[in-house]
């Protein structure tokens, strides 16, 4: 049994969690059919008192966790509405919720939203993505402790600018056009880039830090970072392949 009180990982729904090892800066993904609640109590209210920091970065950990189910290989159109529509609910109810925090509505649409993002039927008959961004941030957090929600916002974006290629531009065209109704009408290259843009100025928008420098980490560990990502993640096998001195630039770019 579980009470939730914070709308972010979807716990409340799925059979996985994080363990984290301090002393070896471990932070390890663990997933078993044992770990679904029998049952679970979401209300609404519960989450009126959490702070807009955590509001914003439950909203950030959500929608990461739709966008490593949407980039990948092959997908469905059922799927992809889904997953559009959720996270078009999430950048709507998150700013909702700031606004003003006991708008029960808005807070209950969120933590739905929040339920079914990290369960697995979103990508239900799609391909894998190998979770980069879960990937990389786990090192953020087990290095620096900071919060994982903000960690997730900062790398995607420039996770996003670094993978555009020919192999992924046509997924991020769909993504710009049904989540930030970006006009098709353009190059495809342009809306991709205007779709990452639209990306990062909505974290920027519910004033997440968007630098790894605005949360304590600095150039010193970069490669030592990279390195243990590489070794641990399996990210050469990700959608978009990631090589230790892939995942070292893309931290360098979020510095």
Same mark, same amino acid.
């Given at each position: 049994?579980?009470?939730?009180?914070?709308?972010?990982?979807?716990?409340?729904?799925?059979?996985?969690? @994080?363990?984290?090892?301090t002393e070896?800066?471990?932070? &390890?993904? $663990?997933?078993d059919? *044992?770990?679904y609640?029998?049952v679970?109590? *979401?209300?609404?209210? $519960?989450?009126?008192?959490v702070?807009?920091?955590?509001?914003? =970065?439950?909203?950030?950990?959500?929608?990461?966790h739709?966008?490593?189910?949407?980039?990948?290989?092959?997908?469905?159109h059922?799927?992809?509405?889904f997953?559009?529509?959720? *996270?078009k609910?999430?950048?709507?109810?998150?700013?909702?919720c700031? /606004?003003?925090?006991?708008?029960y509505?808005? +807070? =209950?649409?969120m %933590?739905?939203?929040?339920?079914?993002?990290?369960?697995?039927? $979103?990508? #239900?008959?799609?391909s894998?993505?190998g979770?980069?961004?879960?990937g990389?941030?786990h090192? #953020?957090?087990?290095?620096?402790?900071?919060?994982?929600?903000?960690?997730l916002?900062?790398?995607t974006?420039?996770w %996003?600018?670094? !993978?555009?290629? /020919?192999?992924? @531009?046509?997924?991020?065209?769909k993504?710009? @056009?049904?989540v930030?109704?970006?006009?098709?009408?353009?190059?495809?290259?342009?809306?991709?880039?205007? =779709? !990452?843009?639209?990306?990062?100025?909505f974290?920027?928008? &519910?004033?997440?830090?968007?630098?790894?420098?605005?949360?304590?980490?600095?150039?010193? +560990? &970069?490669?030592?970072m990279?390195?243990?990502?590489?070794?641990?993640?399996? #990210?050469?096998?990700?959608?978009?392949? #990631?090589?230790?001195?892939?995942?070292?630039?893309?931290?360098?770019?979020?510095?």
């Amino acid at each position: 049994m579980d009470i939730i009180t914070l709308a972010a990982t979807g716990s409340e729904y799925d059979c996985g969690g @994080v363990i984290s090892r301090t002393e070896t800066n471990d932070k &390890i993904g $663990y997933m078993d059919s *044992l770990l679904y609640p029998e049952v679970s109590f *979401l209300d609404p209210a $519960y989450t009126f008192t959490v702070s807009k920091k955590q509001t914003a =970065a439950g909203c950030a950990d959500a929608m990461n966790h739709i966008m490593e189910q949407y980039f990948c290989e092959d997908s469905t159109h059922l799927n992809d509405g889904f997953m559009e529509s959720a *996270l078009k609910s999430l950048m709507i109810n998150a700013k909702k919720c700031l /606004e003003n925090p006991e708008d029960y509505t808005a +807070r =209950a649409e969120m %933590m739905l939203t929040c339920t079914y993002g990290c369960n697995g039927i $979103y990508s #239900l008959g799609n391909s894998q993505s190998g979770w980069p961004c879960h990937g990389m941030e786990h090192a #953020l957090s087990a290095y620096y402790d900071i919060t994982h929600g903000e960690g997730l916002a900062i790398i995607t974006p420039r996770w %996003m600018k670094h !993978i555009l290629s /020919e192999k992924t @531009v046509d997924r991020f065209v769909k993504y710009g @056009v049904n989540v930030f109704g970006i006009n098709p009408d353009q190059d495809k290259y342009e809306i991709a880039n205007q =779709a !990452i843009d639209a990306t990062y100025k909505f974290f920027e928008s &519910i004033n997440i830090p968007m630098h790894l420098q605005e949360v304590g980490i600095d150039e010193s +560990r &970069i490669d030592e970072m990279a390195k243990h990502v590489a070794d641990n993640e399996g #990210l050469e096998n990700a959608w978009a392949p #990631l090589l230790q001195k892939d995942i070292a630039d893309i931290f360098r770019a979020s510095l």
